[in-house]
């Protein structure tokens, strides 16, 4: 089974992946986390294939990692008279509120929030970005547009407003009603979409508390006005390049994707890179040499976990796409200069404590001396474990911890493989022979290797990483 990586694979469970049969597959290929993506499917399909991933964790002995992914508040368009109209470059086209089917002329657009907002020259962006439409005028939720890129339009299709901020909160209705069930069948992390700022993030936290941790989706414009703030607030970030590639000018992505990927390692939040990577693999058992450069750019980005969608989720290949995306990331972080590159590109600017000197030294005596073959971080909450995936070291983390749901929640952060051990002990010499034992669960090292080992002492202190120690095995 390939555990051999240190960027770990999310893949997303669909109707090509929902039995059990093929969820096994996925985890023998390289799976690391599933995505449940609530906008599709019910609380019992969602329900039975979690429990299939718990089954499979506990078979396999690994720490899966399952994220809920919510939906979020979903803008499209209203119905059409004949199912769908062609809209021309340069005429004009109104949406309203009216609840009548649409023509050529017209559409209802059933978000008065929108319409609380728009205003001349604003620019609206429909089914995925392919048409584009220009207000003139917006009064008593009528708003009248030219159309400046035409093309069928649809009904229900999505609607984006790039530079808008709308007045509407990222958690809906449905959301909290996803959300109650997610957390009561123990999901490790909540994905939230349609962060517009940094207040979305708070108004998560109350209500997820400390059930899960919770990854904010950057797919707004306004989200990477408050990029630094947003990532902070939350515990794990993911570049949504789909929306993202809507609402910005498509050529500014793989720059944003980099300089996300960036802040987050600079503050210790895993990121997960999102959308499109192997999109030919849904009908094609090989990807385009251009999607396995993409995926590539992200691993050498540093990017923690790379993302399968509809590849998994709704394709003809899921497994093979998961190999495939494997055998990539395999390639990459054997090739001269991964490391390198890596350190090169970490900013250290807001590292000025004990646990990250600490962490920052471990990283360092692994590039130093030959014959260190891991780094083992003692965590209570995790945190520790963050810290040392920051800076990529050279060798596997092994992260021992006494929770297995901080384990869960470890599964999709770059290169730590957990161990749990049920004690918080305070005796050092138990800190050594757990530090060896987690060496030869994970099979690493021979006799005569030395592990770099981080821990607060006394075990079990939060936020009091302030060991650092070598251990002969």
């Given amino acids: 089974m390939p555990i051999d990586t240190h960027t770990k694979i999310l893949a997303t469970i669909g109707p090509s992946s929902a039995s059990k049969v093929m969820i096994e597959k996925l985890v ?16 019992e399909e969602h329900a039975e294939r979690l429990q299939t991933v718990r089954d499979l964790s506990e078979k396999y002995k690994r720490h899966l990692t399952v994220i809920a992914d919510l939906q979020g508040p979903k803008l499209r368009v209203g119905t059409f008279k004949d199912g769908k109209v062609t809209l021309k470059k340069g005429q004009t086209f109104t949406l309203d509120m009216k609840d009548e089917a649409g023509d050529e002329t017209r559409v209802t657009l059933p978000h008065k929030e929108i319409f609380a907002v728009l205003k001349a020259g604003d620019k609206l962006l429909l089914n995925d970005g392919n048409i584009e ?4 005028s917006n009064k008593n939720c009528v708003a009248q547009t030219k159309v400046k890129i035409g093309g069928v339009l649809s009904a229900h299709k999505g609607v984006n407003l790039p530079n808008v901020k709308l007045p ?20 490790d992390w909540v ?4 962060v517009q700022s940094i207040s979305d993030v708070r108004m998560a936290r109350k209500l997820i508390g400390k059930k899960a941790w919770i990854i904010s989706k950057l797919e707004k414009p306004s989200a990477i006005e408050e990029l630094d703030d947003i990532i902070k607030e939350s515990d794990g970030v993911m570049v949504a ?6 609402e910005c000018p498509i050529q500014t992505v793989p720059v944003l994707q980099k300089r996300i990927v960036k802040a987050c390692r600079k503050y210790a939040r895993p990121v997960i890179v999102a959308t499109q990577m192997l999109e030919s ?15 590539a750019t992200a691993v050498y980005d540093g990017a923690d976990a790379v993302m399968l969608s509809a590849e998994t989720a709704a394709g003809n290949y899921p497994a093979e796409a998961v190999e495939m995306m494997h055998q990539i990331i395999k390639q990459v972080e054997e090739g001269e200069g991964y490391y390198s590159h890596l350190q090169r590109d970490l900013d250290l600017s807001d590292c000025d404590d004990v646990a990250d000197a600490i962490t920052y030294a471990a990283a360092e005596m692994t590039q130093i001396l030959p014959n260190i073959v891991g780094v083992v971080t003692y965590t209570s909450s995790g945190i ?6 920051r800076e990529r070291p050279t060798t596997p983390i092994l992260s021992v911890t006494p929770s297995p749901i901080v384990a869960q929640r470890l599964g999709i952060v770059w290169g730590v493989k957990t161990t749990v051990c049920g004690e918080i002990f305070k005796d050092f010499n138990r800190i050594r022979e757990t530090a060896l034992a987690a060496a030869k669960q994970n099979k690493i090292g021979k006799k005569g290797d030395y592990l770099v080992v981080t821990a607060g002492y006394p075990v079990g202190e939060a936020g009091m990483t302030n060991l650092l120690h070598t251990v002969e095995i």
């Fill in 281 to 295: 693999m849904i009908v094609n058992p090989t990807p385009t040499r251009a999607e396995v450069s993409d995926v």
């Fill in 384 to 389: 520790t474990a963050l810290s040392m995936a």
């Fill in 241 to 246: 390049r789909g929306d993202l590639g809507v």
């Fill in 191 to 194: 994905c939230l979409s349609f």
């Fill in 28 to 43: 023998k290929a390289g799976v690391d986390a599933f995505r449940f993506n609530f906008s599709h499917g019910t609380h």
């Fill in 168 to 187: 509407i909160d990222a958690i809906t209705a449905k959301d909290k009603e996803d959300l109650k069930f997610a957390l009561a069948q123990g999901v």
């Fill in 133 to 136: 439409l220009e207000v003139i």
